[in-house]
């Protein structure tokens, strides 16, 4: 089975903090996501890769910036992490083409004070 | 018209009953279209792709009518473990490599 694994399950962080988050992929998918999860909001698409060093912005890319330099590795950083920024995180990787869906990491819940 | 529009439920059903939830899209160049279930506080898996000719799996049966821009999951015999969030999602656009649109998810409760 595909593994997605985020690096913190529970994270807290103070207003105007740098913030990373970790996503790691254990079967060679070329693409990977980041989306954040809110009440009533649904899942919105902040960033995506298809390959190593390649990004492209998602729905709601403001505050956020992303770094892929590993095939397997895909981390999410908030540049000045601000209240309006707590939310559930979830990254993704799928395969080329998407055809087979995506596999989620459990998720990194943030909350920023 | 949203990309992936849901009735949010919630469906409150009993144990063995048969539940419909229903999906459109707004992009006939979508290609690719999913089920996925979420439970509480967890990550969405997927549940099952929908095929054109529709499919089957146990008892969940997924259709797609691309003319309407539907999809539909039907779940037959509800069991308790079945409630969870049921989230349809479609590729944003034609062609392969476009990210996912997942629709806000219909809730059902299966009630003993």
């Known amino acids: 089975d595909v593994k997605v694994t985020q690096s913190s399950r529970y994270l807290v962080k103070r207003t105007g903090e740098k913030v990373f988050l970790e996503c790691v992929q254990d079967m060679d998918h070329e693409n990977m996501f980041w989306y954040r999860q809110d009440p009533g909001l649904g899942l919105r698409l902040i960033y995506f890769?298809?390959?190593?060093?390649?990004?492209e912005k998602g729905d709601i890319p403001e505050g956020y910036s992303v770094s892929r330099e590993k095939k397997e590795r895909f981390s999410l950083i908030l540049e000045s992490a601000s209240t309006n920024q707590t939310s559930m995180y979830l990254c993704?990787?799928?395969?080329?083409?998407?055809?087979?869906?995506?596999?989620f990491g459990s998720g990194t819940r943030l909350t920023v004070v | 018209r949203k990309e992936v529009e849901q009735d949010p439920g919630p469906f409150n059903v009993p144990e063995g009953a048969t539940v419909a939830f229903n999906c459109t899209y707004s992009n006939s160049a979508s290609q690719s279209f999913f089920w996925y279930r979420q439970d509480c506080r967890k990550e969405p898996k997927l549940l099952m792709s929908v095929y054109s000719s529709g499919n089957e799996d146990g008892r969940f049966t997924a259709q797609l009518n691309r003319a309407s821009q539907y999809i539909s999951l039907l779940i037959r015999d509800s069991k308790l473990s079945d409630s969870a969030t049921y989230l349809c999602?479609?590729?944003?656009?034609?062609?392969?490599?476009?990210?996912?649109?997942f629709g806000k998810g219909t809730r059902l409760s299966v009630i003993a």
């Open positions: 999602v479609v590729n944003r656009k034609g062609g392969g490599n476009t990210p996912l649109v």
């Open positions: 993704a990787s799928s395969l080329t083409g998407g055809v087979y869906g995506y596999t």
């Open positions: 890769s298809y390959d190593v060093k390649m990004k």
